[in-house]
Nanobody, 129 residues
Framework: QVQLVESGGGLVQAGGSLRLSCAASGGIFSINAMGWYRQAPGKQRELVAAITNGGSTNYADSVKGRFTCSRDNAKNTVYLQMDSLKPEDTAVYYC???????????????????????WGQGTLVTVSS
């Protein structure tokens, strides 16, 4: 079954940087868009950044100018470069894949395999003051 696995989270001091990675695996034919969400203690999950397979990006206002989202379509991998981190960025970060198509044996597209969303397990980012 398709899976998303995040990595790169950890503890960093305010003003520092981290780079998150998320790789999709398990019979992927194509992914329309990938992105990152986060959920801080006591808050709802929110969109951080998203990127289409064509490279178009969107960012939450709170991270514009500090975070950069990119992807490697050939590897079905999305990245989130986080610079100038603030304590307010502390959260569990979740990778998301949207518009996923799966393939069967031999790499043949499964036309009825469309999945609107796939979620990773999350990686914790803690920014200390």
């Amino acid at each position: 079954q398709v899976q998303l696995v995040e990595s790169g989270g950890g503890l960093v001091q305010a003003g520092g940087s981290l780079r998150l990675s998320c790789a999709a695996s398990g019979g992927i034919f194509s992914i329309n868009a990938m992105g990152w969400y986060r959920q801080a203690p006591g808050k709802q999950r929110e969109l951080v950044a998203a990127i289409t397979n064509g490279g178009s990006t969107n960012y939450a206002d709170s991270v514009k100018g500090r975070f950069t989202c990119s992807r490697d379509n050939a590897k079905n991998t999305v990245y989130l470069q986080m610079d100038s981190l603030k304590p307010e960025d502390t959260a569990v970060y979740y990778c998301n894949a949207g518009g996923v198509l799966l393939q069967g044996p031999g790499g043949v597209l499964l036309p009825r395999s469309y999945r609107s969303e796939v979620w990773g397990q999350g990686t914790l980012v803690t920014v200390s003051s």
